[in-house]
């Protein structure tokens, strides 16, 4: 099984296997989107399942919520969850410190919802996508369909005053037709090469009429779980104050188990 496995996919699985360990008995757990994500939900799945597991869990995105029922997670709205203990999701690219590119599985404004709504998020990745300077891949931004070029018009005017390389952005598309997120909204991918000010270009972004989100997340991850193809895993941990880091190793082959007992 582990061997029809991508090294990013062994990477993604160890990553998600071993951040699933976070996850104790009676917890309220937001569940990001993407396909490190789907390795969580599945191995949280796994765990409800074979260890009899009780939690609540809110899911970022319609697809996440109907693969978390499909293996047996007791789904809610973070309406009737209200508060969550602790969301772990995947990102696009990450940085010394934490600061995130999330929005490329288009669950952005979900995503940023539910873990701003979480004690603790923990972002799981693959090593690849640890960066010095975010910025080489495209920042996804969440807009209403109304006036979406006018909305892209004075997107690109406001980059031309921030600490950004590129400028140009266009809109997501599924085929011939725009992608819709599971809000209704359109997404512009913003090609800015290099990101100088994350927080700044967050705030001013936000305050473009028209705009719901960005994908820029400050200050609101906490550890990261970085998975590695050999099945190693580092994790940092951020709330201390200082980055504390300490290795560990999944065994992949237990990634047979997870597709087994289903
Ligand atoms: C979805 C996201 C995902 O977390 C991000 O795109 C990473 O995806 P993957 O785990 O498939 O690499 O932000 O909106």
Not at 11 to 30: E, I, L, P, T
Not at 158 to 183: C, I, K
Not at 246 to 260: G, K, M
Request: hydrophobic share 45%; aromatic share 4%.
């Amino acid at each position: 099984m582990t061997s029809d496995l991508t090294p990013i996919d062994r990477a993604k699985y160890a990553s998600a296997h071993c951040a699933a360990d976070f996850v104790q008995d009676g917890m309220r757990v937001g569940l990001g989107t993407g396909s490190t994500a789907a390795w969580l939900v599945r191995r949280l799945g796994a765990r409800v399942r074979q260890e009899g597991l009780r939690i609540i869990a809110v899911p970022t995105s319609s697809r996440t919520a109907q693969l978390a029922r499909e293996v047996g997670i007791n789904v809610v709205s973070l309406d009737e969850a209200r508060w969550l203990d602790l969301t772990i999701d995947g990102a696009d690219e990450f940085d010394a410190e934490l600061t995130l590119i999330k929005g490329g599985g288009g669950a952005l404004l979900h995503e940023k919802i539910v873990a701003t709504a979480s004690d603790q998020m923990i972002v799981i990745t693959d090593a690849a996508k640890e960066v010095k300077t975010l910025g080489a891949f495209p920042l996804p931004v969440e807009v209403v369909p109304f006036g979406w070029p006018a909305t892209k018009a004075l997107v690109e005017e406001v980059l031309a005053s921030m600490d950004v390389m590129g400028r140009q952005s266009s809109l997501r598309m599924n085929g011939t037709q725009p992608y819709v997120t599971d809000e209704g909204n359109y997404i512009l991918d913003l090609a800015l090469g290099r990101i100088g000010n994350a927080r700044q270009l967050s705030l001013v972004l936000n305050q473009v009429p028209g705009v719901v989100e960005n994908g820029l997340f400050v200050d609101i991850a906490d550890q990261v779980v970085i998975g590695h193809a050999d099945g190693t895993v580092e994790l940092r941990d951020l709330t201390t104050g200082t980055p504390e880091s300490s290795v560990r190793q999944v065994d992949l082959e237990d990634a047979r188990n997870i597709f087994s007992d289903l």
